[in-house]
């Protein structure tokens, strides 16, 4: 069974910086785009950022933008997310996701994801 696993998650003070993981087992994900998705309680499932199987291609929220850079190093297997001036706003479970074509901020168009990492940024 394919699963992506995340790590990083803490509690930080605002103004803090996280640095999210998100690996895999039974799947290679260099051969995936990936992207990270957070969710707050009584909030639905948003978007956060994107990136291309070989990390040419990025996207990101504009509630993230210049604060949050999505990275990956295909040669370990792995995606990152730094997480810079945390706001307590940014509290949440955030969740890796991959697919097979391209990136995209639809949570519809991705077919495997982790079981999540909790981000709580106390003010």
């Known amino acids: 069974q394919v699963q992506l696993v995340e790590s990083g998650g803490g509690l930080v003070q605002a103004g803090g910086s996280l640095r999210l993981s998100c690996a895999a087992s039974?799947?290679?994900?260099?051969?995936?785009?990936v992207g990270w998705f957070r969710q707050a309680p009584g909030k639905a499932r948003e978007f956060v950022a994107t990136i291309s199987r070989l990390g040419g291609n990025t996207a990101y929220a504009d509630s993230v933008k210049g604060r949050f850079t999505i990275s990956r190093d295909n040669a370990k297997d792995a995606v990152y997310m730094q997480m810079n001036s945390l706001q307590p706003e940014d509290t949440a479970v955030y969740y890796c996701?991959?697919?097979?074509?391209?990136?995209?901020?639809?949570?519809?168009?991705?077919?495997?994801w982790g079981q999540g990492t909790q981000v709580t940024v106390s003010s």
């Open positions: 039974r799947l290679s994900l260099y051969n995936y785009a």
């Open positions: 996701a991959a697919r097979t074509s391209g990136t995209s901020w639809s949570p519809e168009e991705y077919a495997y």
